[in-house]
């Protein structure tokens, strides 16, 4: 089983949609957890980190569910400029950063 | 302009022809790594630093070799590339690797024929 695991997509919405992603870890002691976003060719940027309380930003929201060691992110009234590759990446057991493979979203007009 | 640099962008190469890729960056951090991105295996560590003259392996890193012998410089180097170490490759920084926190180069696209 992979530490990190993402469902790749593609996720095809339209604009406007509300779309959500998850990611499952193995570790159960993982302590921090991450959001990158990737363009098309590009460098990850961070996009956000996820607490235990859950946070947001605008039109994103990250949510932490240990019980069930997954993290979630969802994207509100989608732009087309959300279209991307979005990157959940978890601490592993020494504290090295572990990405996963990354979920494709496609926004289209 | 904080940033990390990477370079070459580009390069086609030859089997058993070594070649080294440069990282620098600006922003004093004490943190650095080497990633390759594969399509369907995501973003793999190959080989980090936390600070001058400290190196480690990260998960892949057989076939390469780095060095930090200045804060702001990490080189990652391909002593004799082979066509299975073609890939996409980004070099980051951290002030916190804790915090997640990465700052990525653009990334280096390498094929090794």
């Known amino acids: 089983r992979k530490e990190v695991e993402q469902d790749p997509g593609p996720f095809n919405v339209p604009e406007g949609a509300t779309v959500a992603f998850n990611c499952t870890y193995s570790n159960s002691a993982s302590q921090s957890f991450f959001w990158y976003r990737q363009d098309c060719r590009k460098e990850p940027k961070l996009l956000m980190s996820v607490y235990s309380s859950g946070n947001e930003d605008g039109r994103f929201t990250a949510q932490l569910n240990r019980a069930s060691q997954y993290i979630s992110l969802l994207i509100r009234d989608s732009k087309l400029s959300d279209s991307a590759t979005y990157l959940c990446?978890?601490?592993?057991?020494?504290?090295?950063?572990?990405f996963g493979q990354g979920t494709t979203l496609q926004v289209k007009p | 302009e904080a940033q990390v640099t990477q370079n070459p962008r580009y390069l086609i190469t030859v089997t058993g022809k070594k070649l080294t890729v440069t990282c620098s960056q600006n922003?004093?951090?004490?943190?650095m790594s080497w990633y390759r991105q594969d399509p369907g295996l995501g973003l793999r560590q190959i080989y980090y630093s936390m600070n001058v003259e400290v190196t480690d392996k990260g998960d892949v890193p057989e076939g390469y070799k780095v060095s930090r012998k200045e804060k702001r410089n990490f080189p990652l180097i391909l002593e004799s590339p082979s066509p299975n170490q073609t890939s996409l490759y980004f070099c980051?920084?951290?002030?916190?690797?804790?915090?997640?926190?990465?700052?990525f180069g653009e990334g280096s696209r390498l094929t090794v024929l």
């Open positions: 980051a920084s951290s002030p916190r690797p804790n915090t997640g926190e990465l700052f």
């Open positions: 990446v978890v601490n592993g057991n020494t504290g090295k950063l572990i």
């Open positions: 922003m004093n951090h004490e943190y």
